[in-house]
């Protein structure tokens, strides 16, 4: 692998993507130009004519095009970028968390594959309240408590053994394991963010840890994670085996011991990912697929997509005080069906087909007013926190050369997941625990409330708003996208949607467009810094303005008419890069 020539590789492409987004309107130039180079140049978007990857990495981006080449599909590419982003992107890529994949094949099949992290069997409905029944919020974010089961490795298992072509699974562990045991340099972006996070990591990682350093990290340095290679390679080498049992488990289980968490061996042994079936609806012409609960992505953007269906958005004009004020009451009312409705449906009987029955969505609408907001319900407020700290999400989107396409979005759930890592097996475990209600009514980390449907129970999923998506028009592959962002994510996948579908914007623009957000508590429009919007005419409908630095970073492939990929990152995050041919 050519590693240590990317600089000089990919500095003429790179200088090319500068000069092409400074072209393109006032929005995105105001956002590339900041892109600096680094250890490695970026190519944030490009229309290949086949084959297209875009992850969180150039070194990740790289290695699913590799995989690809070597005659691998989309899934094994996936599963090849997925492993590597637990190596060069360590505060979301992960095997010490949990995500969930869209796939359609190039026949036109689409599966769902839920790799979702569990409560352990020892979790309690109340264990992050103190003795007055308030909830104690740092626990179920940070530490040992914070953690649930993984499920990234027995999911990417499943995913190679159902779609996979390349014969050997661990063919697409070892990139990553090289990367881990060799090391890689990292970017200025990634430097920064160990910085700011060295207290922290103090507190849960000891001097073993190779995410401390002494005088602090600077862009270029090598990262080089040599316990995590080890563990790696005992996937490699016995897949499901090689983190459930063994070393690998008897680290985790002897890691919790050590911090007061509850995972036992029992636990790993009992995860087992699940296929579920997508979600599926109609916008127009447009067939939505996407991810059914646990996560609340899929019903919720079909809710909003199909609650602006009968109004002219196209007419209204782009984000114009009609089509944001229309956008933000489907959304205030997806997201209190949200709160009430949604958790993990092998533990609650959640409303599926009621929920996104389009009779359903439509009579949600009936009392739209088009002059004036809807109140929401202010004594269950939520105490958003929509910080770049929230950002730590990551989600893949390719396409192979036969027409299979993935949408994966992982996450350990805040910057770094629990700041825990797994002593001797060197990685990162997640904080997805806060994903649960941990209490009716109280927020969490990212401002949403809950209530029975996502309470705390043994072994349950955890609701998440994830949402890796598949879009046919006409019956064609059409666009595959996903985000990081919380909350944040439904309503970015939605926008990047209808930003093409509705108003005609190339995908790079799409995706580099200003983004807002409403999730009906707090009873708040978010909008992004900078972002031009008649703020007078929206306050006079009743709706308050809460500016916020950024929300979302999608990525996302586009099938144009005559067949060519256009694919994009976000240029609101510098290591955001596309490959392919
Ligand atoms: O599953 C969820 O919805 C959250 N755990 C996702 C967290 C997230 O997106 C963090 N940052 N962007």
Redesign the pocket.
Known sequence: MKYNSYHFQYLAIFIFGALFFSNIGCQQSADVTHIEIKPYAIQQSAVFDSVAVVSAHPLASEIGKDILRQGGNAIDATVAVHFALAVVCPR?GNIGGGGFMMVRTAEGESAALDY?EKAPAAATTDMYLDSLGNVIADISQKGHLAVGVPGTVDGMIKAHARFGKMKRFGDLVAPAVKLATEGYQISKAEADRLNEYQEVFRKFQNETSPFLKKGGWKSGDLLIQKNLGKTLQRIENQGREGFYRGETADLLVKEMERGGGIITKEDLVNYSSVWRDPIIGDYKNYRIISMPPP?SGGICLLQILEGVEDYPLAEYGFQSPESIHLITEAERRAYADRAEHLGDSDYYPVPVEKLSNPDYIRGRMADYDAKMATPSDSILAGNINISPE????THTSIIDAEGNAVSVTT?L??NYGSKVIVEGAGFLLND?M??FSAKPGVPNF?GLVGAEANKIEPNKR?????TPTIVEKDGKLFMVLGS????T?ITSVFQVFINVAEYGMSLPEAVAAKRFHHQWLPNTIMTEADMTIDTVALKAMGHVIDPKVRIG?VKAIHVLPEGKLSVSGDPRHADDDVAGW
């Open positions: 979301a979702r996560s929230s950002f730590e999400t996450t759930n805040l997805e806060d994903d990212f955890m609701l998440s708003s994830m990081p962002g919380g909350s994510i970073l």
